[in-house]
């Protein structure tokens, strides 16, 4: 019995020290948990998992599909249950926490040359943490505005383009001008403010997050900070020219009214021409406008979707192998025509399906040169900031419940408690 008892246990310590996800004799088996959510992205996706498999009999990919709704909870259960998916898509800006804490391989010295010198620096940054990089920018989505066409030019208002776009100061002049009984100039969907307010804030030259020379971030609402949300403000509470009705609406929402003629313009991320495509009505005329500029131009931020590798994965090599077949060139212009989406790569942005006037596509790519890092990309503690301080903050202040001061003193004051629980 004694035998036999340490033959079984012998056997169980090898059985620990295989490699999980090769069968003995058989392929590596990479598992990929992908959030494409719309049927166009799903598919191309899928579609590519089969091509590799099809050509890379040695390293097996299996699609797991995953949720946006849940993905932060969802990874970090994984991550501690040590059953996290190999190559992981996720959002730049929500990496930091995973990667600070050790949950994602760092990528660098695995990343070939081709993929890290056709994707920009600025690309690259939103994925930097300290002196790793823990995923892989690829897609991109610019925010926009999304215009009633016969609206504009009824009431004969200048057709911004990006080369000479509307300041903050006449994006509000012109909602007012396109306002009327029953009828507003603009509808903001801010169910989410934060992303929306601090990645259009980086063109009037607001940062809100300031490094010190230590390392640590503290919170500092400047002038720059305020030019976004005053705009809202005062096109809800003093123009009338926007309703407060949709201030905590998601963007699909907005889009009955919007096709109702209730709403002339919406400020949207660039997918969602994808959903106006598909329910517009018939005859129903419809822009691309870029997003109002302010003393930076029309910079803003963006949280690029990234691929990331998780630290506990047994075959690193094999799964960066396959990050850099689903973004070759030529695969990342099928990825964003199938998410509605920009990519970060130089060569895959040249692609001339992604510069047509047809549904704005022209429009989107001649903004990628000014996307810059959202401002949050690489702040500890960011997720547990945006849900308990400035969402509510954002919230109130839009709703008219506390004023510019009080919006101030609730990011800065509750907002730095929070982070210097992150950064002792």
């Given amino acids: 019995m004694r035998t036999l008892a340490k033959a079984l246990a012998l056997l169980l310590l090898l059985a620990g020290c295989s490699s999980p996800g090769r069968r003995d004799g058989g392929p590596v088996t990479l598992r990929f948990q992908s959030l494409a959510w719309q049927q166009e992205s799903v598919a191309a996706n899928k579609e590519l998992v089969r091509e590799w498999n099809a050509t890379h009999p040695d390293v097996r990919v299996e699609y797991v599909q995953g949720s946006w709704d849940s993905v932060h909870d969802q990874l970090l259960t994984s991550f501690e249950g040590g059953e996290a998916p190999d190559v992981i898509h996720d959002a730049s800006d929500d990496l930091a926490d995973f990667a600070y804490g050790g949950y994602l391989a760092d990528l660098t010295g695995l990343l070939p040359a081709r993929l890290t010198s056709d994707i920009p620096r600025s690309s690259w940054r939103t994925a930097t943490f300290g ?19 016969d609206r504009l030019r009824a009431a004969r208002v200048r057709i911004p383009t990006p080369g000479h776009p509307w300041t903050w ?21 801010l169910k989410e403010p934060v992303s929306a307010t601090l990645n259009l804030s980086l063109s009037a030259g607001g940062q809100l997050f300031h490094r010190g020379a230590d390392g640590k971030v503290t919170v500092r609402f400047t002038d720059g900070d305020a030019v976004v949300p005053r705009t809202v403000h005062d096109q809800v509470a003093v123009d009338h020219s926007a309703p407060a009705s949709t201030l905590g609406s998601g963007g699909s929402d907005t889009l009955p009214g919007f096709f109702a003629g209730r709403y002339a313009m919406v400020p949207l991320g660039f997918s969602y021409r994808q959903q106006i495509v598909q329910q517009a009505p018939e005859g129903f005329r419809w822009t691309v406008l870029p997003a109002p ?132």
Wanted: charged share 20%; with cysteine; proline share 8%.
């Fill in 131 to 149: 002196p790793g990089v823990y995923g892989v920018p690829y897609l991109q989505e610019p925010r926009v505005l999304i215009a009633n066409t």
């Fill in 169 to 189: 100061a006449e994006f509000r002049d012109v909602a007012k001008r396109l306002s009327g009984p029953g009828e507003y100039g603009v509808a903001w969907p």
């Fill in 293 to 424: 500029a302010g003393a930076d131009g029309l910079t803003q931020g963006v949280s690029p979707q990234t691929l990331s590798v998780s630290a506990d994965c047994p075959h690193k090599k094999e799964a960066v192998a396959f990050i850099d077949y689903l973004l070759r060139p030529r695969n990342m212009v099928r990825l964003a025509l199938g998410d509605w989406l920009l990519p970060t790569g130089a060569r895959a942005l040249k692609d001339p399906a992604l510069h047509t006037a047809e549904n704005g596509w022209a429009t989107g790519t001649a903004l990628a040169a000014r996307l810059r890092p959202a401002p949050a990309q690489s702040v500890r503690g960011y997720p547990e900031w945006k849900d308990k301080v400035a969402t509510p903050a954002y919230q109130a202040y839009y709703s008219g419940a506390i004023g510019l001061d009080g919006l101030r003193e609730r990011l800065e004051r509750d907002g730095n408690l929070v982070l210097a629980r992150y950064q002792r």
